[in-house]
């Protein structure tokens, strides 16, 4: 009787809430090649699957929840109807993640356990996962679209240039990357530059420009001759250079003649200089001796001495449109604004331009005063 009395001071457990399973979608659980050869519905049960080669094989569990069927994928007994050395169930684990919307690690395979004879036998002749695969690393490495095409040519390439021996047991690390594209390609190139400049004309672009953190740089471009019958000519980068502490035209000038007039046939370069075109800027050009053109001027009283086109006409336009009257400035003004910054007013101008029946449907633009043209582009769509 006391059990009886005390079981009854005993508040009822809740009872727990059934757990909702994952349904069996089509597109995503059978997503890939691998997984319509694998894994197939319960038609019984529309949360649960069966493992059609764990079946086959009489391995448990050959089924389960939808929700775990990587677990099952990664089971040692799912395992076994996987030839040996084989890195297909890697693939397509990975496969799962990337339809879980995850980007793909790829599996690396072991050199020394595939054969020639194996990787030839193992390789997927589907070019469309070829595509989505790529497509993929792409997005993975943030790289842009239009490289795909140039991505697949040199992979092409690698493919006849190298055996698959020489391709699965490189490695490459970033200090090697480093060390080869400054010590050993960058000089190649350099070299190269400075082999046209010993016999063409060629005159020299300079102007400045600064990083994230605010250091600057000066980029020197070339314009030369390729051949001695080239009927236009070409234009490289020659080099960036780190500015330090100081940008005066003092300091320029050092930059120039260390990079350019020193070194092996210095005299025959010399001869060849005709020229040098820059911004306005102060230090570029100036009165006296302090900027960067007369400097070189002292030297070679001969050259051409030129203002950079885009810089002088970019300052035309500044000043062309400050004698425009302020209202209509103003007006295009707040109306890029007004847009450029908020997504809702973007959507509903789009919503209002399908509500007059527009097929195609406009967009203003961003104004940022200090990219060339902007106002042309802006205007253009106004």
């Known amino acids: 009787m006391s059990k009886t009395i005390k079981n009854q001071n005993i508040a009822p457990k809740e009872s727990k809430k059934e757990k909702s399973h994952t349904k069996f979608k089509i597109s995503y659980h059978q997503g890939t090649l691998y997984l319509q050869r694998t894994i197939t519905s319960d038609p019984s049960d529309d949360t649960r699957f069966f493992c059609k080669p764990c079946k086959d094989n009489d391995y448990k569990p050959c089924g389960g929840f939808c929700e775990n069927i990587k677990v099952h994928l990664k089971n040692k007994n799912h395992k076994k109807t996987f030839p040996k050395n084989s890195f297909e169930e890697q693939e397509y684990i990975a496969s799962m993640d990337f339809l879980e919307g995850k980007l793909i690690n790829y599996p690396t395979p072991n050199p020394e356990t595939i054969s020639n004879s194996t990787l030839i036998n193992s390789k997927c002749s589907d070019e469309i ?3 989505f695969d790529l497509v993929n690393y792409i997005i993975a490495q943030n790289l842009p679209f239009n490289i795909s095409q140039d991505l697949i040519k040199f992979i092409q390439w690698i493919l006849q240039k190298y055996d698959s021996n020489t391709v699965l047991q490189s490695k490459i690390y970033p200090s090697q990357v480093s060390f080869i594209a400054k010590e050993c390609i960058a000089n190649t190139f350099k070299e190269d530059i400075f082999s046209h400049l010993r016999i063409s004309p060629f005159s020299i672009s300079v102007d400045e420009g600064s990083d994230k ?23 490289k980068l020659l080099g960036v250079l780190e500015m330090g502490s100081s940008a005066k035209g003092e300091v320029l000038y050092g930059k120039i003649n260390q990079l350019i007039f020193s070194g092996p ?16 800027a102060s230090n570029m050009i100036s009165g006296g001796e302090k900027g960067l053109s007369n400097r070189l001027r002292q030297d070679f009283p001969c050259i051409f001495v030129t ?21 209509i400035i103003a007006i295009f003004n707040n109306t890029c604004n007004h847009f450029a910054n908020s997504p809702q007013r973007k959507s509903r101008f789009q ?18 005063k200090t990219r060339w043209l ?9």
């Open 351 to 368: 919503e209002f331009q399908k509500s007059l029946g527009m097929d195609k449907s406009l967009e203003v633009l961003k104004l940022v």
């Open 265 to 280: 046939f210095v005299e025959k370069i010399k001869q060849n200089f005709m020229g040098i075109c820059s911004d306005h």
């Open 213 to 235: 953190f605010r250091s600057a740089y000066l980029a020197v471009s070339v314009r030369y001759f390729a051949t001695v019958n080239s009927i236009s000519p070409q234009t």
């Open 129 to 131: 996962s070829l595509k």
């Open 374 to 382: 902007s106002y042309r582009d802006c205007l253009d769509v106004f």
């Open 307 to 327: 203002h950079d086109y885009c810089h002088s006409y970019n300052l035309i336009l500044k000043e062309g449109i400050s004698s425009f009257p302020s209202e």
